[in-house]
């Protein structure tokens, strides 16, 4: 267990420095892509985290979105959803929360004070080696950042926890009966 956990660390980023990557050249988005297939086919499967992913996906996308038109970041080009390379990176963290990150879910505290660091931390990165830029700059726009993410992982960590809860029932649900 502990090798697909440190696995799973090394696998995300791999992908997050590939979708940094990915802003400049398309083609390095078929990484992220390798990396979720190999997550799926090694570490975990779909039936047991693809509803998770999926979700971290959509949701996530769709807060960049929303951040995106409220202008706390923008991309060259009139851009009025976030490109392709920051959704899978989403995706990616969806593939961490059961895994290198599980130890988050344990108090909800635990995860905001990880979120807190981590995520604004990531459009630090994607400014400095990707397309996008934090308009308000670095310092204000922490200041907007820095309180989302302190409620984005612990929910984030609740949608994990309900859909391995979930898979579970559903796991003993397809047992057969005991005589």
């Keep these: 267990m502990a090798v697909k956990t440190g696995a799973n660390a090394v696998l995300f980023v791999l992908g997050a420095l590939t979708c940094l990557l990915a ?28 509803k998770l992913v999926v979700s971290v996906l959509l949701a996530g996308s769709a807060l960049d979105s929303f951040l995106l038109q409220l202008g706390v970041f923008e991309f060259p080009g009139d851009a009025t959803l976030i490109p392709a390379w920051l959704a899978l990176l989403w995706a990616l963290l969806g593939t961490t929360l059961n ?9 909800w505290w635990l995860a905001s004070l990880v979120g807190l660091v981590i995520g604004p931390c990531a459009y ?33 960590q609740g949608f994990a926890n309900l859909y391995q809860e979930q898979y579970r029932l559903r796991q003993l649900g397809r047992r057969p009966p005991k005589n």
């Design 99 to 107: 895994h290198c990150l599980a130890w988050t879910a344990k108090r």
């Design 124 to 156: 630090l990165l994607a400014q400095a080696w990707a397309d996008l830029s934090l308009v308000h700059g670095p310092q204000t726009s922490l200041l907007i950042l820095i309180p989302i993410w302190a409620a984005v992982l612990p929910l984030l």
């Design 23 to 50: 802003s400049a050249n398309p083609w390095w988005l078929l990484a992220p892509v390798a990396i979720l297939l190999v997550h799926f086919s090694w570490i975990s499967s779909w039936a047991r985290e693809g």
